[in-house]
Structure formats: structure tokens, C-alpha cells
């Protein structure tokens, strides 16, 4: 018996599909007669929104509103004679950033080549004292980097640097008596570097406490595991604005009268960390829940202590796994500084506020408002754009996904 | 040597394991309880220097300050009933926040899916945009847009042919309103809720005993039975309301009233007509106007003196569009500059997420699925609203119930913008009596019995929706 074999079909390469505008248009705008309508709607109103727009941006807007209250927007009531120590602050900050791209790497890398940018850019944009201080934050990024590079490669060195850091910013800012500083009051804090602050304090302090809370809520002591639910449930059921205004409100109330009645600055931020915390917390469980038992069971087998495991086995990927949820709780952190505003502080939005009802502004006609609203969200809009990029980069670096 | 005589009764009792957790524990609860009991003495020290024992029983007590929405509240109600006002406003506030947010984020949501390339891009603008900006700003510049940029009363602007009113007072919307003939149609109402169930039961008892094909239809028959039965009550209603014979115009006061008495002038005991129409006919033309509570009407400016009116009933439900009389608007729905500026910066704010959310969750229905509905036959519509939407709908729920959770505890931003929702009046009441802990507990109460209220309800959908496994 003879079988006839055709000899198998040549493979052929995918139809060349010329590209050109028509072809583009066609599939994208004009696939059929009812995406045709519909994109012929969109342009038209988008042009008769994009138009009138535009007009008022160039034409119509008090863009001055905004220049104008600049120092007011960056530092608040920071007194101007002492302007020179946020700034001086600033530029330590960038040699910090710079000497950590060096030994880190990848991601420091890219958050300093960032950094450096805005900082050449806004010393471009700005005149004389403020372009100072954002040249001399670029020279000291790139002089870190050069230290770090060729001098100081250990990273010990940058990590002490950076521990160090808060309570030099804090008392860089309050000032110490007794010495060249003078005390600056917490009331005088403001605008964007008060916005800034509040965030970094509130992530760095919420994080641990969270951590311990999820840790908590795994135990398999039962008192240990109720009280950490009934923390995080209690914590979560309510609004952050009433946990800002309970302490605000109740803080001096639970402290000795001997005390004194603690700064305003400080029950925010105690109220935000708790708060954020118990944020913290649900989504570092989440992590832990997802490595599987054999993990757990494999450094118990080892002989590591609960501590070990957790240190070396457990926690890397636990928290590896929930990166995009934890950046995604500091992104929602940053934009809740905001609410500082209604306790009574000065913050960006609070800055903002303060501008729209300058009297300069109030009697020109419609007032500033969607000027000042435009360049707050801006701001806003900015740092949380470069935090979720900032999250992508680190689940790449670390490999989510990929191991 | 058996080896249970190596393990028992030596284990010192620091090296227990049992033990040690007990003691763990227990010095965990001992250092909470001092924390505490630390936290509370302080505080009860505090209160007591201050003059201010710790109870319940200020809520009362008259409360003295007056609410400006909601329901009608007066100073000299208790404190316990303003906040039940405040319950009720962020429960509005949230409820309707939830509808709106829910419609705007699914479609946005299928727009940022649309193949065409305007639409989508318009879309991720939109998500981009509104979901990187806290809401806290939406809502002061809102409330800050209306009430500084919007112009007075009179000269603000309004659109869609006149059902939407704006100015710095706040919105104005054509709204379906009740007039006075509204009780006749009650009993259709009712025969129409009731016809409606039967015909769901009786569906569903026939299909689960007869003819299974039926019982998908189950619902649109009740809900066909019920509107017809609606409509028809309507017109009826409408045709068949009596007007009572002795109603005469006071041409004076331009009133609708009812002459009990036949002598043609109105007296002090003759109420007010409300809900009827007066046409008036004159040579110039035809104007129409309807009577108030009061039973006065308004005639539009430039009305001659009138000839001829006919009085007409008014339909027992009807559209009420809004217009401009004295110094506020009149008719329609009416939202303040607060209100008005609270639901928007919440409705625009979550439909960001939620349309990520639906986004989301259509994407991770698998390709498969759209194929294998293409290759049945099935439209593109249909594809969408029968395979893939609703396996889609079993990711999208979970993380929604927590987008209407934060939507309900964001309505306490309220305070921001001057709307009195149940924190700000709790505020107002704790600034007022300085009862710090009892504002604790009513906060704490309130927002968690809520929050477990809508995850248990929709925990309850959920349940239903979710795969059926074995």
C-alpha cells in the first residue's frame, strides 16, 4: 500500500500590511458608519472646548496669580531670611540621592537622573535666590554621584546618610536654640514642603507599624491576632478625616496636662500614621497570604527562629508581591495630606486656598480660582505620576512576575 | 526505655512552648490594658479639671443651632436628632454619589476598551486625570467654581432648553415632582406593585414546574405588567380628577380656591387649590400657569388682563421645570452650591477608579470567551452584554464594594465645602458640649455600621453572582 505524502505547505510570513495615514484613520477612527459618527462628535466638541480654552489659557488667565505667590507655594510662611535652610536641606538631600545612584544603581539611578532634570530645568524656569539653591542641588547630586562612584562605594556610608536625614530635615526646619538656627514654628511650615514632609513622615512611620500589624494578624496567638483585627477593621471602617480631627481634637485630652499642649504638625501626623498603618497592614497580609505554606514549612524545617524565617524567607517575597499595592497606599497617602487643610494647616492645597481669597485676586473678574486649581493639581498630578513609574521600575528591578 | 518517659515532665516550664505563648500573650494584654487604663485616667483627669463628666445625656438637650439641609430641623430639637439629620444627609450625599458614580464609571470604563482610537484616548485622559489629583481639591475648587465664578441668580446661564439653571445659588434641574391629584393614584400604585409580583411568581412557578425557557422572562413580565398598569392608573388619574364645583379664580392675589360659601370673594377659612392649571386664553395668545401649596399661580410677565381661564387638573405626577421667582428658584430640584459641589467632586472622582475597575475587569475575561461567542453567531452587543459582562461582573464586584465604601467615607469631606453630613454636625456637637468621647463613640458607630452594612449587601450579591462550583 502506497501512501501519497504531499509535502507540507511552505510556511509563509504574515501579509505585509502597507501602513499609511488612510489605512490608520480607517481602523482607528472609521471602522464602521457608527465609530465614524461617533468620532466626528468627539472632534467637534473636543474643538469646541480645545478652542475656547486655549484662548483663555493664553489670553484670559492671571498666570501672575501664580508667580507671584510662588515662595507661598514652595515653603508657605517659611520667614524669608531664613529661606536659605530648606534650601540648604534640598541640596543635601540631592548629594544623598546622588551618592545612592552611584552604589545602588538602577533604580536611584533613575529617580536622580529625574531629580537632576527638574532641578536643571526649574534652575532655567526661575530667578535669582531659587535658582541658586536648584543649581546647587544639581552640582551636589552630580558631586555625590562622583563620590559615591570613586570615593565612598560603600553602602553603609549612604544608608547611615539616609537614616540620618529625617531629624536633620526636621531640625534643619524647627531649628535649635542655642545655636545659629533659629527656631522656625511648625505654624510657619508650608505649601509644598510641608506637603512633602507630611508624606515622607507619614510613609516611613506607618510602614513598620504596619508591618507589625500584619504580622499581628497572621499570629496564631489569639489575642495578639484579635487585637491587631480589631485595630485594622476599626481603623478602617472609619473616614481619615475624622481620625485627623479626633486627635486634633482629643491628642492634648490623652496626654498629662504637664506636658503641654502638643504642635499641631504632630497630631497630624500621629493620626495619618495610625491610619495609613492599618492601610499598611491589609496589604502586607495580602503578601504573606500569597506565599505558599511549603515556604513557611521549609525554614521552620531549616531551623531558623520565626524572626530568621520572616527576616530572610518570608518577608522579601511577601512584600515583592504587594509592591504595586503598598506604592499605590503612599500615592493615596500623598493626596490625603490635603485633608491637613481642614484641621487648619497650610499645606498646598491650604496655600491654595489662602490664594484664591487674596484680595488682589478676589477683585479681578471670576477671581483666580481655575488658575490656582490648574497649577495645584499640576503639582499633585506630578509627584503621583513619578510614584506609580517609580513602581513599575521596582517590580521590574526586583522581578515580579518574572522568578 | 519507652521514649514518652524522655519527652514528659522534662520540658522546664521557660522552655514550654505553650506555656511560652500563654505568657506571651498574657504580658501583651496586660501592657494594652496599662496603655489604656494609662490613656483613659489621663483623660478622665483632664475632663475632670475642665469641668466635664462624661455622658450621654446632653444628646437631649436642645441643640441651638439650626441645619441648612435636609430634613426641616429646628434649634430647639435635641441634639440626638440633628444627628440623625446628619445620618440622613451623608446617606443622600452617599447614595446618590454611589448610582451616579457607578453609571459614569462603567462608561468610561468601555470607552477606555473602545476600539475607537478618540474615544479610548479621551478616556484614559479622563482617569489619568481625575484619579492623580486628591478629591479634597476637586471639592474645594467645585465648591469654590460655583460660588465664586458662577454669576448671580439672574444672570446665570441656563442650558438644555431651560431644565438646568445655574448660578452661584447653586443648580436648578427639571424633576419629576408630585402634585396634589398624587393620592388618587396611589391605589394603581398598588395594584400595579401587586400584579407585578404575582406575575414574577406565577413566571417563575410555571417555568420551574412547566416550561423551563420561561422563567429568563420572569422579570421583564412583571416589570411590563407593572408600568402598564402605572401608565394607565396615570391617565386615568389625570382625566378623572374632579374639580370641585364651587372653584373660583381671585383674580386679586391670582388664587385657586374653593368657594364653600358661594358668595364669589374668598375668605379667611377658603383654602387654597393647589395642583391645577389655568390656561388663560386672549386674543395675544395662550399662557399656561399652575397653582402652588397655597393654590396662587404666577402669571409669566407681559400677560394682559385676563379674559377667560380655564381651570384644568394638573397630571398627578408631573415635570417640573425650574424658574427664577424673588430671590431663589422655583420648582424643580433644587441642589445647593454645597450639595451640588460635594456629589460632583465624588461621582467624577470614584468613576476614576471604577473605571478602572470595569476595565480591568473585562479584560481578565478570557479571549476564548469572545471568540467562541463570535463563532455562535452572536453580534458584537451581544458578545458584550451576554458573555462577556456578566463572567466580567464576578471581578468587577469585590473591588467595587470597596470603591462604594471609600465613596461613603469620602462623604465626610463634606466639611470641607459647608454640607452638613453626620461628622460636621458630630463636630458642631462636640465643639458645642466638648463631649470628646461620646463624638468618638457616635463617629465610630455610625461610619462602621454603615460600612458593614453596604459590604453585607453587596456581599450578598456577590454571593449570588459568583461561580457556581461543586
Known amino acids: 500500500m502506497s501512501m501519497v505524502t504531499k509535502p507540507p505547505a511552505p510556511i509563509l510570513p504574515p501579509p505585509q500590511v502597507p501602513r499609511s495615514l488612510i489605512r490608520w484613520l480607517h481602523t482607528h477612527l472609521f471602522s464602521s458608519w457608527w465609530n465614524a459618527v461617533l468620532s466626528l462628535a468627539l472632534a467637534l466638541g473636543l474643538a469646541g472646548i480645545v478652542q475656547p480654552a486655549w484662548h483663555w489659557l493664553v489670553t484670559v488667565a492671571h498666570w501672575q496669580a501664580i508667580t507671584v505667590n510662588l515662595r507661598l507655594f514652595t515653603v508657605g510662611l517659611y520667614p524669608s531670611e531664613q529661606l536659605w535652610r530648606p534650601g540648604a536641606l534640598l541640596i543635601l538631600l540631592a548629594f544623598l540621592c546622588g551618592g545612592s545612584a552611584a552604589v545602588y544603581g538602577d533604580l536611584m539611578w533613575r529617580v536622580s537622573r529625574t531629580l537632576l532634570l527638574g532641578c536643571i530645568f526649574l534652575a532655567c524656569l526661575l530667578t535669582a535666590p531659587a535658582q541658586l539653591i536648584m543649581g546647587g542641588a544639581a552640582l551636589a547630586l552630580l558631586a555625590g554621584y562622583a563620590l559615591g562612584r570613586y570615593r565612598c562605594p560603600h553602602r553603609w556610608g549612604w544608608q547611615l546618610g539616609w537614616c540620618l536625614s529625617l531629624p536633620v530635615v526636621l531640625l534643619g526646619l524647627g531649628g535649635v536654640e542655642g545655636t545659629g538656627l533659629v527656631s522656625v514654628s511648625s505654624t510657619q511650615w508650608g505649601g509644598l514642603l510641608l506637603t512633602l514632609l507630611l508624606a515622607a513622615v507619614g510613609i516611613v512611620a506607618s510602614f513598620p507599624l504596619g508591618l507589625l500589624l500584619a504580622l499581628g494578624r497572621q499570629s496564631t496567638l489569639p489575642v495578639i491576632r484579635w487585637s491587631a483585627i480589631a485595630y485594622i477593621e476599626l481603623v478602617r471602617g472609619v473616614p481619615l478625616i475624622s481620625v485627623l480631627m479626633m486627635f486634633a481634637v482629643l491628642l492634648p485630652l490623652f496626654l498629662p496636662a504637664s506636658w503641654g499642649r502638643p504642635n499641631m504638625l504632630l497630631r497630624i501626623l500621629v493620626g495619618m500614621t495610625l491610619f495609613t498603618a492599618a492601610y499598611i497592614a491589609e496589604n502586607v497580609r495580602g503578601g504573606l497570604q500569597a506565599i505558599p505554606r511549603g515556604q513557611y514549612e521549609a525554614a521552620t524545617a531549616l531551623g531558623l527562629t520565626w524572626l530568621q524565617s520572616m527576616r530572610h524567607i518570608i518577608l522579601p517575597q511577601a512584600l515583592r508581591a504587594v509592591i504595586p499595592a503598598l506604592v499605590g497606599q503612599c500615592i493615596s497617602l500623598f493626596k490625603d495630606t490635603s485633608l491637613a487643610t481642614i484641621i487648619g494647616s497650610l499645606e498646598l492645597l491650604g496655600i491654595a486656598k489662602t490664594v484664591i481669597e487674596q484680595a488682589d485676586w478676589k477683585s479681578v473678574t471670576g477671581g483666580v480660582v481655575f488658575e490656582v486649581f490648574i497649577f495645584t493639581a499640576l503639582i499633585y498630578g506630578v509627584f503621583t505620576y513619578s510614584m506609580s513609574r517609580l513602581s513599575r521600575r521596582l517590580e521590574h528591578v526586583l522581578g515580579v512576575g518574572t522568578r | ?470
Open chain 2, 1 to 470: 526505655m519507652p521514649p514518652s518517659s524522655l519527652t514528659s515532665a522534662r520540658i522546664p516550664f521557660y522552655r514550654n512552648v505553650r506555656v511560652l505563648t500563654w505568657l506571651v500573650q498574657l504580658l501583651f494584654a496586660l501592657g494594652l490594658a496599662v496603655f489604656v487604663w494609662l490613656l483613659l485616667s489621663t483623660m478622665l483627669e483632664n475632663l475632670r479639671k475642665q469641668g466635664i463628666p462624661i455622658s450621654f445625656a446632653f444628646l437631649t438637650q436642645a441643640a441651638g443651632f439650626g441645619i441648612a439641609e435636609g430634613l426641616a430641623f429646628h434649634p430647639s430639637q435635641s441634639y440626638l436628632t440633628a444627628f440623625g439629620v446628619g445620618i440622613l444627609n451623608t446617606l443622600r450625599a452617599a447614595g446618590i454619589g454611589i448610582v451616579l458614580a457607578t453609571l459614569l464609571g462603567i462608561a468610561i470604563g468601555v470607552a477606555r476598551l473602545s476600539r475607537n482610537w478618540l474615544l479610548e484616548r479621551l478616556a484614559t485622559l479622563y482617569v489619568e486625570t481625575f484619579r492623580n489629583v486628591p478629591l479634597l481639591l476637586w471639592l474645594v475648587f467645585t465648591y469654590a467654581a460655583i460660588r465664586e465664578t458662577l454669576p448671580r441668580l439672574r444672570e446665570g446661564p441656563s442650558l438644555l432648553w431651560g431644565t438646568v439653571l445655574l448660578s452661584n445659588r447653586g443648580v436648578a434641574l427639571a424633576w419629576p415632582e408630585l402634585s396634589a391629584t398624587f393620592p388618587a393614584l396611589r391605589p394603581w400604585l398598588l395594584l400595579a406593585l401587586g400584579l407585578g409580583l404575582s406575575t414574577w411568581l406565577w413566571r417563575r412557578y410555571r417555568a420551574q414546574h412547566y416550561h423551563p425557557p420561561a422563567r429568563a422572562r420572569a422579570l421583564g413580565w412583571a416589570c411590563a405588567v407593572s408600568l402598564l398598569v402605572s401608565c394607565s392608573g396615570f391617565l386615568w388619574t389625570w382625566w378623572t380628577a374632579p374639580l370641585p364645583l364651587e372653584t373660583r379664580v381671585d383674580l386679586e392675589d391670582n388664587t385657586v380656591f374653593v368657594d364653600r360659601n358661594r358668595n364669589g370673594t374668598r375668605e379667611e377659612d377658603e383654602p387654597g387649590l393647589p395642583g391645577v392649571q389655568v390656561t388663560l386664553t386672549t386674543p395675544q395668545g395662550r399662557w399656561v400657569a399652575q397653582t402652588a401649596e397655597d393654590g396662587t399661580f404666577t402669571l409669566p410677565e407681559g400677560v394682559p388682563s385676563p379674559p377667560t381661564f380655564t381651570l384644568t387638573p394638573m397630571p398627578p405626577v408631573f415635570w417640573s421645570v425650574p424658574r427664577i421667582q424673588g430671590f431663589n428658584y422655583r420648582g424643580g430640584l433644587v441642589l445647593s452650591p454645597e450639595f451640588a459641589a460635594l456629589l460632583c467632586g465624588l461621582v467624577i472622582y470614584t468613576a476614576s477608579f471604577i473605571a478602572e475597575i470595569v476595565r480591568a475587569g473585562v479584560l481578565a475575561v478570557p479571549t476564548g470567551q469572545r471568540e467562541a461567542a463570535r463563532a455562535l453567531g452572536l453580534s458584537e452587543r451581544q458578545t458584550f452584554t451576554l458573555v462577556i459582562f456578566p463572567q466580567a461582573l464576578r471581578v468587577i464586584i469585590p473591588p467595587l464594594i470597596n470603591q462604594y465604601l471609600n465613596l461613603t467615607k469620602n462623604s465626610s469631606l463634606a466639611i470641607a465645602v459647608g454640607y452638613p453630613d453626620l461628622f460636621s454636625i458630630a463636630l458642631t456637637i462636640n465643639n458645642q458640649t466638648g463631649q470628646a468621647i461620646p463624638f468618638v463613640v457616635m463617629i465610630m458607630l455610625a461610619y462602621l455600621s454603615m460600612s458593614l452594612l453596604t459590604s453585607w449587601l453587596l456581599n450578598m450579591v456577590n454571593r449570588r453572582l459568583a461561580l457556581q462550583t461543586r
